[in-house]
């Protein structure tokens, strides 16, 4: 039976200035935002982003990678990485996907983890800020193939907490695997909570 499984902190290298982490743990400290969990004792991991509703929690988010000092990437379509901000979204994290190529997204992502030993990555399955009836597969196929678990990362504006929650393997089942995973996002609400999906109450 899947299920999850708690993180374990490690020391490992700074992926930012000693400053800037402690920049953003401040700015989250002064604007009421707690942020919770530890980092897996692991170079490799998928992150889930949800839920998402506003443009803010991509900010979050930031703020909660630079607070507990890990680097997340996050994938956008290769033309935002043109200039004159292209520089911007690469040095923020952004790796550029070209959905004009054969090649599919999942194992273009899939290789990058093969290519880099020490990669974390984050995406928001709902893919929209707009309500969704269904999850987009894309996170639990690139942890699937790359052998890589999925860490549960999220933000609940009613407690104005964000945070890394537990570990979660996929077992390849992807139904019984999706049932466990929003079970833990059933108490998250999102900023917009009418644009919260329909699958994270099911």
């Known amino acids: 039976m899947a299920s999850l499984s708690p993180s374990h902190s490690v ?3 700074a992926d930012y200035p000693h400053w800037l982490s402690a920049l953003a743990r401040f700015i989250c400290r002064v604007t009421g935002w707690r942020v919770e969990g530890e980092l897996p004792n692991l170079d490799q991991f998928v992150v889930i982003g949800a839920p998402h509703t506003s ?3 991509g900010i979050l988010m930031l703020l909660l ?6 680097r997340m990437l996050f994938l956008g379509k290769h033309t935002l990485f043109r200039p004159p901000f292209g520089w911007l979204i690469r040095l923020l994290g952004g790796i ?3 959905r004009q190529t054969s090649i599919n997204a999942v194992d273009e992502v899939v290789e990058r983890f093969r290519e880099h030993p020490r990669m974390v990555l984050v995406l928001a399955p709902e893919g929209t800020r707009r309500k969704v009836r269904r999850w987009k597969t894309g996170f639990y ?3 699937l193939e790359a052998g890589i678990p999925i860490v549960m990362g999220y933000v609940d ?5 964000t945070g890394l929650g537990p570990l979660f393997t996929p077992t390849g089942d992807y139904e019984a695997d999706m049932r466990t995973i929003l079970a833990f996002y ?6 917009h909570p009418e644009r919260m999906s329909e699958v994270q109450s099911a």
Not at 65 to 70: D, F, G, K, T, Y
Not at 157 to 161: D, L, P, T, V
């Open 11 to 13: 020391r490992r290298l």
């Open 157 to 161: 504006y009613s407690a104005k907490r």
């Open 55 to 57: 443009n803010w929690d």
């Open 65 to 70: 990678s630079m607070s507990l000092n890990v």
């Open 186 to 191: 059933a108490d998250k609400q999102g900023r």
């Open 96 to 98: 550029p996907i070209n």
């Open 141 to 143: 196929y690139i942890a």
